[in-house]
C-alpha cells in the first residue's frame, strides 16, 4: 500500500508538469495543490512532513537552504525542523 502524498507549489505548469509525470509513472496516491506553502498549515494538522529541492541547478536552493528560510521566517522552530530532518532518515 501506498502512503497518500500531497505537492504544493505555486506555478500552475509545474503542479500540471508533475501530476503528467506521476501519472507516467502510475503514481495516482498523489493529490495536488496551488498554493503558497506558508498560506497552508499542513504542519500544525498532523500532516507527516518533507522538505526537499526539486533540482540545485535549476532553483539554486539547497534543501539546508529550504530548512534555514522556513526557521528565518518563524514558520518552524529549531526543533520542528530536526523533528523532521530526522523522520527523513528514518530515526
Do not use: C, W
Not at 498549515?41 to 526539486?54: A, F, K, S
Amino acid at each position: 500500500m501506498m502512503l497518500p502524498l500531497i505537492g504544493i507549489d505555486r506555478d500552475a505548469a509545474f503542479i500540471e508538469y508533475a501530476r503528467q509525470e506521476a501519472q507516467e509513472q502510475g503514481m495516482n496516491h498523489i493529490t495536488y495543490i496551488q498554493g503558497d506553502i506558508l498560506q497552508i498549515p499542513l504542519y500544525d494538522y498532523g500532516v507527516p512532513v518533507t522538505l526537499n529541492t526539486h533540482d540545485l541547478l535549476i532553483f539554486n536552493q539547497s534543501v539546508s537552504q529550504e530548512y534555514m528560510n522556513l526557521y528565518k521566517a518563524r514558520l518552524m522552530t529549531a526543533e520542528e525542523l530536526n523533528e523532521i530532518r530526522l523522520g527523513g532518515l528514518g530515526r
